[in-house]
């Protein structure tokens, strides 16, 4: 069962990875990390079904900022990805009005908050935007098997939430009272919902996954530090290991930010925590290398936590 699967070599490649490949190809030419993270915003495949296909699926035309981006103030990865979504919206010719982060209240207590809410042509829109990296520690035929790799987060849970409350708030008439000072009624609401799903050794399932996720999600792998330290290392390939504001966009990093699998796996010794991991090839010199697959390396003990997690 191979931990590390080959995404760029297309005669090894499933279907889902081929539909992957011109995406990727196209993020790894754009050096800057930021418009990077904006290009994969508008198009990366949804999670779910319901939600859009990237934002280029609710805007006419899809438009990456220009220039240089002031640094998000953020340090929490879905603040970082409203942060990204906010500069798509505030540079496309078609948004008029943008109002970001609306709370929502009732009596001094908070009902919830409007993610964004912007007008575009003759219609206004309420949106929300959630980037979400689960393991599955199932079969994946319940959304309970997807859990966050801090167990402090859940599939099923996020996915109530967003569908039951956060998408009905305009419905509500304490949502109704908050937009319509701004000139807003009846906004249209819509969920950008991307990230990726991780699979145990990188074996998605295939009848058996959950028929609210969509079958084109973006996927990566998942195993545990004795499994990785069984591996042989591959041929032509380097590692790194990524903070959590890069997890977005396929990576793109100089040599000297990437290590072999020997070292790979002393620097995972020395965390307790899970870890994403990319693996990267070169995009054409000998400085730089691009992303070609990631995943997560767990401690020993977590997927029996993990699976208490899902219950």
């Not at 569908?163 to 609401?189: F, K, M, N, V, Y």
């Not at 991307?194 to 074996?203: I, P």
Request: with cysteine; charged share 25%.
């Amino acid at each position: 069962m191979a931990i590390f699967r080959e995404f760029t070599k297309l005669l090894n490649l499933t279907d889902t990875a081929k539909a992957e490949h011109p995406l990727r190809a196209r993020l790894l030419r754009e050096p800057d990390d930021r418009r990077r993270d904006c290009l994969w915003a508008l198009d990366a495949p949804p999670l779910m079904k319901d939600a859009l296909p990237g934002l280029a699926g609710l805007l006419t035309e899809g438009f990456c900022p220009q220039g240089s981006l002031a640094p998000s103030r953020h340090r929490r990865l879905g603040l970082y990805f409203e942060d990204v979504v906010g500069d798509i919206l505030a540079a496309s010719p078609e948004t008029g009005r943008l109002y970001r982060n609306v709370q929502c209240r009732e009596q001094g207590r908070t009902l919830g908050e409007f993610d964004f809410l912007f007008a575009a042509g003759a219609r206004w829109y309420h949106l929300e935007a959630a980037v979400k990296f689960y393991l599955c520690v199932g079969d994946g035929s319940a959304l309970n098997h997807f859990v966050g790799p801090g167990l402090r987060d859940r599939l099923d849970i996020k996915w109530q939430r967003l569908q039951q409350h956060q998408l009905l708030l305009s419905r509500l008439s304490a949502g109704q009272e908050t937009i319509a000072p701004l000139g807003i009624s009846r906004p249209d609401a819509k969920l950008l919902m991307q990230g990726y799903l991780f699979y145990r050794g990188g074996e998605v399932p295939g009848e058996s996954l959950h028929p609210a996720i969509n079958p084109g999600h973006l996927r990566g792998w998942w195993c545990t530090r004795s499994e990785l330290a069984a591996r042989p290392a591959k041929s032509g390939r380097r590692y790194a290991l990524l903070q959590k504001l890069r997890w977005l966009s396929p990576a793109r990093l100089p040599l000297d930010d990437t290590c072999d699998l020997d070292e790979l796996r002393e620097r995972l010794g020395r965390r307790d925590q899970p870890a994403m991991v990319v693996e990267l090839e070169l995009l054409g010199g000998p400085d730089l290398w691009g992303e070609c697959g990631r995943g997560f390396v767990v401690p020993d003990p977590w997927p029996e936590k993990a699976a208490g997690a899902s219950i």
